[in-house]
């Protein structure tokens, strides 16, 4: 089983609201990833969790807030976005971060800021 | 700098013919690995194939192969035999140590197979 599961689908929220995108993976990975895709250009990494720890930050803006409760679930918590960062919002699992593992990927969020 | 180049834009093909994704990669390691990725409509990235900088073997897959040179820096994948189930924008992605194995992603290629 090689699935990356993400709720919702999509979103649509305003600039004061605050939600959450959620990821599950049942893979036994110990790394897991969230990218933000814009439309018709590649995906662009924004965090990295190795063993349930923060690994590595893109210098993402602190409106993009995630956690990792456990091993198998992946949040990212939205609060005062932009238009701007509307995106399709994909999430990713690995054996291990820093190595040479594929990422198995979810289907994503789409996510709409008005 | 850009460190994985996929210069064909768009593809468009009729079913059954074959089309070459090409991909040009940049690096400074020893050791580094290639990837190639399919996103179909639906948004979800597919994992097709990992090879790393060691081994040149070409590899195949049912209707799916690719061709790594070392000499061109080149990793290009070859769909025989499109099907309408093939149409996706496919990445071709760089994996390096001295990048934490982050992976770096070309700007992508959409294959468009009509019937």
């Known amino acids: 089983d090689t699935e990356v599961t993400q709720t919702p689908k999509h979103l649509v929220m305003g600039m004061t609201n605050k939600k959450s995108l959620k990821c599950e993976q049942h893979?036994?990975?110990?790394?897991m990833y969230w990218y933000k895709q814009k439309a018709k250009k590649p995906p662009e990494l924004m965090f990295v969790y190795s063993y349930e720890k923060l690994s590595i930050n893109e210098s993402v803006p602190s409106r993009f807030s995630p956690e990792c409760p456990n091993s198998s679930l992946l949040n990212l918590h939205l609060h005062a976005l932009q238009p701007e960062d509307s995106a399709l919002y994909l999430c990713?699992?690995?054996?291990?971060?820093?190595?040479?593992?594929?990422?198995?990927f979810g289907p994503g969020t789409r996510l709409t800021v008005t | 700098a850009q460190k994985v180049t996929q210069a064909q834009t768009e593809i468009s093909v009729v079913e059954k013919e074959d089309v070459t994704l090409d991909c040009v990669y940049e690096t400074r390691d020893t050791t580094y690995y290639l990837f190639w990725y399919k996103q179909p409509p639906s948004g979800e990235l597919v994992f097709l194939i990992r090879r790393n900088s060691f081994d040149e073997q070409n590899e195949i897959s049912g209707r799916y192969s690719w061709n790594f040179q070392k000499s061109t820096s080149s990793f290009n994948f070859t769909i025989t035999a499109s099907q309408v189930v093939d149409s996706a924008v496919y990445f071709c992605?760089?994996?390096?140590?001295?990048?934490?194995?982050?992976?770096?992603f070309g700007a992508g290629t959409t294959v468009t197979v009509r019937a």
């Open positions: 990713a699992s690995s054996q291990e971060s820093r190595t040479s593992y594929e990422q198995y």
């Open positions: 992605a760089l994996s390096e140590a001295r990048n934490d194995y982050k992976l770096s």
């Open positions: 893979m036994g990975h110990r790394a």
